[in-house]
């Protein structure tokens, strides 16, 4: 049974950093694409990065040059390290496993977790 369990968000002030985490189970995760996604209330899930099995990354635009997507596959974690965070960034942050062919539509990922509240105050 595959399981995604992200953590790690919170309440920050504008311009500050911070670092959620994503860890799943019950799949080979090295072999796995996985994404990270953020959603706000009467809005659309968006796309925010995605990381290959190799390392290779995609960032949306919004966020290129401010967060960092990392993943660790001795410990089945990926990582989201968002700096110079902005009240635009507020949202719930989603991780999930690409299954589908591309990198950024929702439709193309499975097996999403709970998700992980991060707010920015200016």
């Known amino acids: 049974q595959v399981q995604v369990v992200e953590s790690g968000g919170g309440l920050v002030q504008a311009g500050a950093s911070l670092r959620v985490t994503c860890a799943a189970s019950?799949?080979?995760?090295?072999?796995?694409?996985m994404g990270w996604f953020r959603q706000v209330p009467g809005k659309e899930r968006e796309f925010v990065a995605a990381i290959m099995r190799f390392g290779g990354t995609y960032y949306a635009e919004a966020v290129k040059g401010r967060f960092t997507i990392s993943r660790d596959n001795v410990k089945n974690t990926v990582y989201l390290q968002m700096n110079n965070l902005q009240p635009e960034d507020t949202a719930v942050y989603y991780c999930a496993l690409k299954t589908g062919s591309s990198i950024s539509r929702t439709d193309d990922y499975r097996y999403w977790g709970q998700g992980t509240q991060v707010t920015v105050s200016s």
């Open positions: 019950g799949v080979t995760f090295w072999d796995n694409i």
